[in-house]
């Protein structure tokens, strides 16, 4: 019995949703440099793991994010904001704590997103029926800059 090739659809649905261009990097490790020129710490650059289709989306509902404490432990202000990333199936499969950013948004797109980053909670989700592959997000958290 013959498998499902899923190839014409999954080139359907890239042209259809990955519109925009996402970035999968490891942050720099190493302790930052003082740079003599700027008077400020530079951090090791970030090692670029992927870059070109994609798609961040919402995985839940706006109301779908929870936050911590657990049993026993003492509250905290930081949030899961669950978010997906959609890729080709040719991309590489992404390391948990990876960054996500989106580097290009297309015409009539959210201009607010770029720069935006998200942290890679799973490896990815795996199926033997794919038409995209389909990593797990969440939101980093946003700081004011300059805020009070």
Known sequence: MAGIDLSGIARVVEDLVLLDT???????????????????????????????????QVASSPGGVSSLPLPNLPWSDETTSRYRALTPLSAPI????????????????????????????????????????????????QTREGGA
């Open 22 to 56: 996402i970035q999968f990097s490891l942050p720099g490790t190493g302790a930052p440099v003082f740079d003599q020129d700027t008077g400020e710490y530079v951090y090791p650059q970030a090692e670029i793991f992927y870059e070109g289709r994609g798609a961040v």
């Open 94 to 141: 992404a390391e948990r704590d990876m960054l996500v950013t989106v580097v290009a948004i297309h015409p009539g797109g959210d201009l607010a997103l770029i720069g935006r980053q998200w942290r890679v909670t799973d490896p990815g989700v795996a199926g033997t029926l794919s038409a995209v592959r389909i990593t797990s997000l969440d939101q980093v958290q």
